[in-house]
C-alpha cells in the first residue's frame, strides 16, 4: 500500500507570506490522480488541485501544485487570511488510495 | 450538475450493521471508479474501500476487511457500504467520492458508534 507523508505537520506562517506544503509517497504514484484538499473546521473537505497541477473551478490562482513521482508539492504563492486550515494530499490512482496526514496552515 | 448525496447514516451500538447509501446524478456512473472516505472526529481523512466499474474489483482499509462490504448497482446510479461489528473507533463522518481525473464528493453522512 502506498503511504502518503506530508511535511510539515504544522506550518505558521503570516498573511502576505509564502507557503509550501510537502506530500512524500512511499513509491511513485500516478499524477493523475493525485489531489489536494483543504479543509477548514467544520466544513467537508474542499477539492484544491488535481490532477497533481490542476486548479479545481473557482480556486484563486495564488494556489498551485507541482510535483511528479514521489514528491509533490503545494504552493500558496501570497496567504490570505481564509487560506489557514488544514490541508491533505490524496493519492488514488492505486488502491487502496491513501491520503496524508494533514498538514495544519496557522497564523504565526 | 454532478451530485453524489449519502443517506443511512445514524446512532447504531458497538457490534451493530449499518448500511450507507450514496445516489449519484449527473454523470454516467457506471463508467467510473467509486469509492467511500471517512473522517473520525478530530482526525485526518480515510480511505475505506473503493470499487470499479462493474463491481468486479474491490479494495479495502485493511482495518476495514472481513467488516465493511463495498457495492453497486448501476441500474440504480447507487453505491453502497454495509458496515457490520462496528466499533466506536468506526464513529466517523462517510463521504461516497468518484474517482475520477477530477473527483466529486458528496457531502456526508454521520456514522455514531456508541452504547
Known amino acids: 500500500d502506498i503511504v502518503l507523508t506530508q511535511s510539515p505537520g504544522t506550518l505558521s506562517l503570516s498573511p502576505g507570506e509564502r507557503a509550501t506544503l510537502s506530500c512524500r509517497a512511499s513509491?511513485?504514484?500516478?499524477?493523475?490522480?493525485f489531489a489536494w484538499y483543504q479543509q477548514k473546521p467544520g466544513q467537508t473537505p474542499s477539492l484544491l488541485i488535481y490532477g497533481a497541477s490542476n486548479r479545481a473551478a473557482g480556486i484563486p490562482d495564488r494556489f498551485s501544485g507541482s510535483g511528479s513521482g514521489t514528491d509533490f508539492t503545494l504552493t500558496i504563492s501570497r496567504l490570505e487570511p481564509e487560506d489557514f486550515a488544514v490541508y491533505y494530499c490524496?493519492?488514488?490512482?492505486?488502491?487502496?488510495?491513501?491520503f496524508g496526514q494533514g498538514t495544519k496552515l496557522e497564523i504565526k | 450538475e454532478v451530485q453524489l448525496v449519502e443517506s443511512g447514516g445514524g446512532l447504531v451500538q458497538p457490534g451493530g450493521s449499518l448500511r450507507l447509501s450514496c445516489a449519484a446524478s449527473g454523470f454516467t456512473f457506471s463508467s467510473y471508479w467509486m469509492s467511500w472516505v471517512r473522517q473520525a472526529p478530530g482526525m485526518g481523512l480515510e480511505c475505506v474501500a473503493n470499487?470499479?466499474?462493474?463491481?468486479?474489483?474491490?479494495y479495502y482499509v485493511d482495518s476495514m476487511k472481513g467488516r465493511f462490504t463495498i457495492s453497486r448497482d448501476n441500474a440504480k446510479n447507487s453505491l453502497y457500504l454495509q458496515m457490520n461489528s462496528l466499533r466506536a473507533e468506526d464513529t466517523a463522518v462517510y463521504y461516497c467520492?468518484?474517482?475520477?481525473?477530477?473527483?466529486?464528493w458528496g457531502q456526508g453522512t454521520t456514522v455514531t458508534v456508541s452504547s
Open positions: 467520492a468518484r474517482d475520477s481525473v477530477l473527483p466529486v
Open positions: 490524496q493519492q488514488y490512482g492505486s488502491s487502496p488510495y491513501s
Open positions: 470499487i470499479n466499474q462493474d463491481g468486479s474489483e474491490k
Open positions: 513509491q511513485s504514484v500516478s499524477s493523475s490522480f
